[in-house]
């Protein structure tokens, strides 16, 4: 807090807005229509992405007046998923898949912010770097894999040992993700990221991975000539970043990566049984990442998952789909701190953070802001996202009388 304050009295303005919309309306006007139509966008009619942060405005903070607040204290315990060591801050940054799209340096600026700020990160299965690239500038900063369970679990199998490899203090099952949402901006502009000819540096680096794309027949269908509105498409991303464009001029075996991954990327016939499947394949502590319903979190805790994940992905899965803020507080209460409960979707500030700390949660996952931050200015644009969602926790316990980020009850909220 007291760095960007004194840049301000000195006349430096943060390297990006501080205030939320101004972030997001920056970041657009930087991005190309295809990756923030990828990033910013939702399913359907973006009902739930406009839900989940309107849940929050309609929450109030009460303050108390008078308490000694002088000694602050942001740090959390979360036991077993954390390895057993304190997080400085109850946030980490939430697994996102491409990055490249917003910033050429991808994970590798994200972990430096990370490590600059101590805030954890979770390295997504569709990550534009290996995980194994991006360890060296996340120095001894938490860090957890999220992964899509494959329908190849030969494929699951390498990626949890790699995790375990890089020293993952845990491994996030992100369930609300095995088929891909109705994403209506993406489609209507024909653009996947994942259609990249060379595929996802995160599968093509991974032995098992390479070994299926290598033995995959060569594709019957001749390859289709690139329409006008595909080549627009590339023209138009390679302003921002001419990455994709190179990559699919390069690619010597087109479309193998691309369709392998859509072979294997994620299936939609699991059930909570197979959980035990993945507990064999590991000794990582589990956590399930998206859900929304407290039956599930019931059904969770039978099946022995070590944390949950409160999320609806950011409203890009089920458009309609209830406020992920208005599905928290069942949850915790169904947990009863059995486990740890995390929160995303719609956080973009402190006071959000706050908001969601006294609805039940013990850390928040920050999404899509910190890809905003990075679409504008790399590393310092990440890390000022953080140190601005940290000063104004920090701010907001402060002024309301809580000086422990444990002491955040739903006693502060109004009603
Ligand atoms: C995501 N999210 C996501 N989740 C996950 O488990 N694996 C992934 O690879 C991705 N990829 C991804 C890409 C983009 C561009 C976005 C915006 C989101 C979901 C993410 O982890 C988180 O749940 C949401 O971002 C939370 O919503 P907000 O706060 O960003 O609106």
Redesign the pocket.
């Known amino acids: 807090q007291g760095r960007i304050y004194q840049a301000g009295v000195f006349g430096r303005r943060p390297a990006v807005p501080t205030e939320p919309v101004a972030l997001e309306v920056a970041a657009h006007r930087a991005m190309s229509p295809q990756a923030w139509s990828?990033?910013?966008g939702g399913a359907g009619q973006q009902r739930t992405?406009a839900a989940?942060?309107a849940a929050f405005a309609r929450r109030r903070i009460v303050p108390r007046m008078f308490v000694d607040v002088a000694e602050r204290d942001l740090g959390v315990d979360l036991g077993r998923i954390a390895g057993g060591r304190r997080w400085p801050v109850p946030l980490a940054l939430?697994?996102?898949?491409?990055l490249e799209?917003a910033h050429p340096q991808a994970e590798h600026a994200v972990a430096r912010a990370a490590a600059a700020t101590g805030v954890p990160m979770?390295l997504?299965?569709?990550?534009s770097v290996p995980m194994e690239q991006v360890v060296p500038s996340l120095g001894s900063t938490p860090r957890w894999f999220?992964l899509?369970w494959s329908r190849d679990e030969d494929v699951v199998a390498s990626f949890l040992t790699r995790a375990e490899a890089i020293g993952a203090e845990a491994i996030?099952v992100?369930l609300d993700?095995h088929l891909l949402g109705w994403r209506t901006h993406d489609l209507d502009l024909a653009y996947l990221p994942f259609a990249r000819a060379e595929g996802i540096a995160q599968y093509t680096s991974d032995p098992v991975f390479r070994r299926l794309v290598d033995k995959r027949p060569p594709s019957s269908e001749p390859t289709p000539r690139p329409t006008l509105a595909a080549v627009r498409a590339l023209v138009s991303m390679a302003r921002h970043y001419p990455g994709p464009l190179l990559a699919n001029l390069r690619s010597s075996r087109p479309r193998a990566a691309v369709e392998t991954f859509l072979d294997v990327f994620s299936r939609s016939d699991l059930t909570w049984d197979d959980l035990a499947r993945l507990r064999e394949m590991t000794s990582l502590p589990i956590l399930v990442?998206?859900l929304q319903h407290r039956d599930d979190a019931r059904l969770a805790l039978e099946h022995g998952v070590d944390g949950i994940?409160v999320?609806?992905?950011?409203?890009?899965q089920v458009d309609n789909a209830v406020a992920?803020l208005d599905a928290l507080p069942g949850i915790a209460e169904e947990v009863a701190g059995r486990v740890p409960v995390l929160f995303?979707?719609?956080?973009?500030s402190g006071a959000d953070v706050a908001v969601a700390l006294a609805l039940g949660a013990d850390a928040v996952?920050?999404?899509?802001?910190y890809?905003y931050g990075l679409a504008l200015a790399g590393e310092a644009g990440v890390r000022t996202v953080l140190e601005s969602i940290i000063a104004e926790l920090d701010l907001t316990l402060a002024l309301s009388g809580v000086a422990r980020v444990q002491d955040l009850t739903a006693d502060l909220l109004d009603g």
């Open positions: 990828y990033v910013a992405v989940n942060v939430a697994p996102i898949g491409v799209m979770v997504s299965t569709q990550a999220q899509y996030v992100t993700t990442k998206g994940v999320s609806n992905h950011g409203g890009r992920s995303d979707s719609g956080v973009r996952l920050i999404g899509r802001p890809v």
